[in-house]
């Protein structure tokens, strides 16, 4: 899936779909590692926000991180308050046996970033596909610790 | 203005080197853009809105970069294994290789016996992806270090895959058989003792593999494996299983065929309830058929911090007096006509409050019990000895997930009353 037919997917025909791109500060960077728990290093943010009649409806960021040696690319919707929508996966390297079923990312439907947002809580690991789970689970964080630290415009 | 040209100039030059130092031009465009706002504001300009757009195209080739949105994606009604309707049309890579592997280290401190440690085992993973449809997927296993000091060296599993839909593909070569647990998810980051259980060494007999074709495929919340196979050849069968018989595709006797099937059933997210079944004559060319069946049951379910696994297994074999017989097995030391066993295990990962971080403590305990010679022929006997039950306490702790230190301690018992007790130290990686 290419990045306009995630974007189509990801949101209802007719939404305007705006590109953004912000560039974090150090002190926005380092509250959004603190945010997530992770160490990344992303200070360029591209984010599409969907609007209509009634004001933005969503945002789509879009990560490609390593799951075991290969990466994947991943798009993770939010809301404006700052809770998932949706994960789409566009593109995954490793073997098919590895790939995270539809019916497992939709644990993160609904979640926000909070500490029930771990393997070790409320999102059920992946039997034999440990790493796989990890992978999504970390973007999902990264990517909800972004949009707090920037916001909603 | 001739410096932020000569930024831009730079950074276009610098076009071929994106893919290697993105984070650096994310830098620079940061730093050209925190520039172009103060002088926008101090001085609005039709050049610097200008400049403003290029510094936008840069930014969205960068994205497309990191993103991999260069690649060539699949084509548009492509429909792909194991996806729902939104995510049907994935976007692949080119054809290529992938690597992974993982590797054991051992130390056991045993009763009356000397102790050792060991290089156990250390397997590299190669995968090539002919197409999206077509997958060899392969595992080189190097056992014990040194091949001129007890080491082996084999091939673990070779096998092309053939997807066709979600519901139906086809796997072909030499392949894991889909029983138990630990046979088709044995790294040391899935399960928790620094030992395999013996009840899935001896009873199932773990790991094993055989040629053979067969189809597997999800139906809904269900997966299923079938596959024909080279059989086990009861030449190497004895008093403690039939582990010696297993043939791992090494210029395998195909005289006797077997059929293994497997059916799992996932209820909810992150737990599994499953069975498969075995049975295959092991003669080989011998004068009798000696038919090996070989069923068990197993559950594996992670609940927030709580896992916990169970499995029960039996086998018999038909014709075991003849087998005995070909095999120069007498008395004590004959094959057992039933054999089976169970384990149950519990873990709780302690490291669970702080759900941040990826360290995990898990303290756990299994209890298995497992006897090869449940029955023997008439005019043979049992070994108590092979009757065992071993109790393992102990902690496996991941500091990340990929890599796993496990101590534990091991109490032995068997009917003879001699069993030897004995601790051991493991340490596993995967990648």
Known sequence: ?153 | MRLVASVLLALTASFPLFAQDANDLERRLRELEQKISQMQAAQPSNDLTEIRRQIEILGQEIESLKTRQTEKPAAADEVQFGLGAAASKVYRSAPGVSFGGYGEFLYQNLEERTDNADALRAILYTGYKFSDRVILNSEIEYEHANTERNGEVEVEFAYLDYLIDPKVNVRTGLMLMPLGITNEQHEPTAFLAARRTQVESRIIPTTWSELGAGVFGDIGRVSYRAYVTTGLSSAGFSATGVRNGRQMGSQAKADDLAFVGRLDWQPIEGTILGGSAYSGNSGQDAAFGGRVTIAEIHADAKYRAFSLRALASRGTIDDAAAVNDANHLTGSGSVGESFGGWYLEGGYDVASMFPRGELSVTPFVRYEDYDTQRKVPTGFLRNPANDQNILTIGVAVKPIPQTVIKVDWQDVDNAAGTGLNQWNIGVGYIF
């Open chain 1, 1 to 153: 899936m290419t990045q306009p037919q995630a974007l189509a997917a990801a949101f209802p025909p007719g939404a305007k779909v705006t590109r953004q791109t912000v560039f974090l500060t150090p002190e926005q960077l380092s509250a959004a590692r603190q945010e997530s728990g992770l160490e990344f290093d992303d200070r360029m943010i591209v984010r599409y926000s969907a609007g209509t009649a009634a004001g933005v409806i969503g945002y789509a960021y879009f990560d490609t991180h390593r799951v075991r040696t290969l990466p994947e690319t991943v798009m993770v919707v939010v809301t404006a308050e700052g809770k998932i929508v949706k994960i789409d996966i566009l593109s995954f390297d490793e073997p098919p046996d590895y790939f995270p079923k539809p019916r497992w990312i939709d644990q993160f439907r609904g979640r926000k970033l909070d500490d029930d947002l771990s393997l070790k809580r409320a999102i059920r690991p992946i039997s034999g596909a440990s790493l796989s789970g990890r992978a999504i689970l970390n973007a999902s964080r990264k990517v909800l610790a972004i949009h707090k630290v920037i916001g909603a415009r």
